[in-house]
């Protein structure tokens, strides 16, 4: 399982390099797997959904690697309890054509039951 805590502040100067040093580790971290489908998780609790600019971004580079998720990853969560984030996740789920399956998770109990119910099939 593989998770990112969203930041809290999109504008600051490191994000950009941030952001694509934590995009090249998951990417990495996908290429070294070679057991179960991976799962990633974006956490959105203590922090904001990624501004338009770096979800272009991060679209952009997830595209690249398109063959790659294909492969590698199980699915992903978007995850957050805030009541305003949930439109923004809906908007984000039609804008995006996933490699493989995004879900939608507004509180811990519905992460644990998309876990329980995943393919714990081998990468092979």
């Known amino acids: 399982i593989l998770k990112c805590k969203s930041s809290d502040d999109w504008d600051a100067p490191d994000t950009q390099i941030l952001v694509d040093c934590t995009l090249n580790e998951v990417e990495e971290l996908l290429k070294s797997n070679n057991d179960k489908r991976a799962i990633f998780i974006l956490d959105c609790n203590n922090g904001k959904i990624p501004t338009p600019f770096y979800l272009g971004k ?4 997830l595209k690249g690697i398109k063959p790659l998720l294909s492969e590698k990853l199980d699915f992903s969560i978007l995850y957050s309890k805030k009541k305003e984030d949930e ?17 939608k998770a507004l509180s811990k109990e519905s992460i644990k039951i998309l876990l329980t119910d995943r393919d714990n099939t081998p990468i092979g």
């Open 58 to 61: 991060i679209f952009t580079f």
């Open 87 to 103: 439109h923004i996740i809906d908007m984000i789920l039609k804008m995006y054509s996933p490699a493989r399956p995004i879900h």
